[in-house]
């Protein structure tokens, strides 16, 4: 129980990831390590949901991200599915992915300007997908940044 403290009160952390970390010390049985989840979470330590939801928020406020890329940041935390869904979509439905692709895309913009040729729209596009953006939404936004440079 006091290792499992420990852990917490450096960083909150996921059932599963605390699970891992007790599991990774070599004293620790595993019957032990679930009477102790059961009772962090019996006493509000460990709440996957919670956790989910703040690391959800936490990163869309630090870095415009897309729903894909937040689901696997999260499901490398050792978190469930439903655990994932919930907080993306009470995430989501506060900022939409729109207001967020249009931070990414202002972001890159600032720092490399707008795309002048194929090659740089073809940068700006795989940027926004490594940031986790859905196909459909960025091509609708680099066809609208085009509609826009012709307009201008």
Known sequence: MKAALNILATR?????????????????????????????KKLGYVNDERFAQGYATYRIGLKPLGRARLARELALRKLSRSSIEAALNAVFDEVPEETLIDRAIAR?????????????????????????????????????????????
């Open 12 to 40: 909150s952390c996921s059932e599963g990831q605390l699970r891992e970390r007790l599991s990774a010390k070599g004293w620790a049985e595993a019957r032990l390590i679930e009477d102790c989840i059961k009772r962090l």
């Open 108 to 152: 890159r913009m600032r720092t490399h300007g707008k795309p002048a040729d194929r090659a740089a729209v073809k940068r700006l596009f795989d940027h926004l997908v490594r940031l986790g953006f859905e196909y459909e939404l960025i091509v609708r936004k680099l066809n609208g940044l085009r509609t826009n440079a012709v307009d201008e």
